[in-house]
């Protein structure tokens, strides 16, 4: 996986995700912020809990960077 990828998944990418024998991810990490919305919903319900708990981390995270450097550029 490229780290630089600031475009979301496609579908035909998200189908060739590596998934464990119950269907979820076997590394939600590396795919959280490339999927699209529509995918997100295609998810499993672990998949989908751990998609959003790596999302509220990340506001979590960007909320702090705010507070402590005012955070320019960076959406929230």
Do not use: C, W
Not at 59 to 76: M, R, T
């Amino acid at each position: 996986m490229s780290y630089n990828r600031t475009k979301k998944y496609t579908m035909r990418e998200f189908r060739a995700i590596s998934r464990n024998s119950d269907g979820d991810f076997t590394d939600m990490f590396e795919h959280f912020m490339l999927l699209t919305d529509e995918q997100v919903q295609m998810l499993t319900s672990d998949d989908q809990t751990r998609y959003f708990e790596y999302q509220e981390e990340l506001q979590y995270e960007l909320n702090s960077l705010k507070k402590e450097f005012g955070a320019y550029g960076i959406p929230l």
